[in-house]
C-alpha cells in the first residue's frame, strides 16, 4: 500500500523558518514526480512547488520564490520543503503529493497526481 506521510508543520510567527519532510513507503518514488501544495481554510488547494523525478527540474508558485526550496533524497524515499521568510499568508494546510506515471517533470495541477499525503498543519503568527 502506498503510503505519503508529511510531517514538520507546526507555529511559527512571521520571518521564522520550518522544514517540511515527506516520506513515501510502499513503493520507491525515485522514477517519479513529487509535488507539494497547500490549501488555506475556506480556500481550494493550490500549488506550492514541484520536483522532477531527477530532481534537476524544479517549479515553484510565484508567491514562494525566493523563500521555500524543495529537495528529495532517493536514498531514504523522502522529499523535503524548506520554508524561509514564513508570512501569514503562508498558512494552510501543506499537502504532499505523488505522480504515479514516471520520469515526470511534476505537474502545477492537482490532477497530476495520485498519491497524496493526510497534510501537515502550517500557522505562521503575525
Known sequence: QVQLVE????????GGSL????????????????????QALGKEREFV?????????????????GRFTIARDTAKNTVYLQMNSLKPEDTAVYYCAAD???YGLGSTNTHGYHYWGQGTQVTVSS
Open 7 to 14: 510531517s514538520g508543520g507546526g507555529l511559527v510567527q512571521a
Open 100 to 102: 504515479y506515471r514516471p
Open 19 to 38: 522544514r517540511l519532510s515527506c516520506a513515501a513507503s510502499g513503493r520507491t518514488f525515485s522514477n517519479y514526480a513529487m509535488g507539494w501544495f497547500r
Open 49 to 65: 512547488v514541484a520536483i522532477s523525478w531527477t530532481g534537476d527540474n524544479t517549479r515553484y508558485a510565484d508567491s514562494v520564490k
